[in-house]
T-cell receptor
Framework: NAGVTQTPKFQVLKTGQSMTLQCAQD?????MYWYRQDPGMGLRLIYY???????DKGEVPNGYNVSRLNKREFSLRLESAAPSQTSVYFC??????????????FGPGTRLTVT | GDSVTQMEGPVTLSEEAFLTINCTYT??????LFWYVQYPGEGLQLLLK?????DKGSNKGFEATYRKETTSFHLEKGSVQVSDSAVYFC?????????FGRGTSLIVHP
């Protein structure tokens, strides 16, 4: 049981390049989330997916797109990277079945630098 | 909308000292409340939770009680260890989107 996995762990991009961050969970969770973490800013929600087939914007969606490929996988795409997107990105998942308190399970993070 | 306010850090303590990290929240309805911990270079992991008023969550010597009358969920530990050095996040889940505090860094010296 791997929990939430993310790839890659580290990435360096040049301004204007594109990339996709991958996330997968093996806990049969309905909901998945993408956050970014910057010093002094805590966690900020980029996009989330309440269930397979749906996605919604979070607090800071500009410059990002997401795909909920199936129940297990939720990817985050940067179409044209900017230095302001230098951050640590975390994927998380949570269950929504009856009786669940909805705690989240986080991946290990992707450390992205845009030069 | 929902919000979580937690004390700013860093909190610096000596080993075996008592720890309190304050957390207050604003939410409609009856949210579930959580404390997460983040060790250096890792993702967040659930430390403890409480789902209704007066519930006490506990784990690894940490405790927090869901106080609806004061809208608080303060984290406490009676005797901290160097290994407790980490960033602690208070969070709530009311509506569909979880809401996090900004995190409090704890540094424990031997």
């Amino acid at each position: 049981n791997a929990g939430v996995t993310q790839t890659p762990k580290f990435q360096v991009l040049k301004t204007g390049q594109s990339m996709t961050l991958q996330c997968a969970q093996d806990m049969n969770h309905n909901s998945m989330y993408w956050y970014r973490q910057d010093p002094g800013m805590g966690l900020r929600l980029i996009y989330y997916s309440a269930s397979e087939g749906t996605t919604d914007k979070g607090e800071v969606p500009n410059g990002y797109n997401v795909s909920r490929l199936n129940k297990r996988e939720f990817s985050l795409r940067l179409e044209s990277a900017a230095p302001s997107q230098t951050s640590v990105y975390f994927c998380a998942s949570s269950g929504t079945s009856g009786g669940s308190s909805y705690e989240q399970y986080f991946g290990p993070g992707t450390r992205l630098t845009v030069t | 909308g929902d919000s979580v306010t937690q004390m700013e850090g860093p909190v610096t303590l000596s080993e075996e000292a008592f720890l309190t990290i304050n957390c207050t929240y604003t939410a409609t309805g009856y949210p579930s409340l959580f404390w997460y911990v983040q060790y250096p270079g890792e993702g967040l992991q659930l430390l403890l939770k409480a789902t209704k008023a007066d519930d006490k969550g506990s784990n690894k010597g940490f405790e927090a009680t869901y106080r609806k009358e004061t809208t608080s969920f303060h984290l406490e530990k009676g005797s901290v260890q160097v290994s407790d050095s980490a960033v602690y996040f208070c969070a709530l889940r009311g509506s569909y989107i979880p809401t996090f505090g900004r995190g409090t860094s704890l540094i424990v010296h031997p």
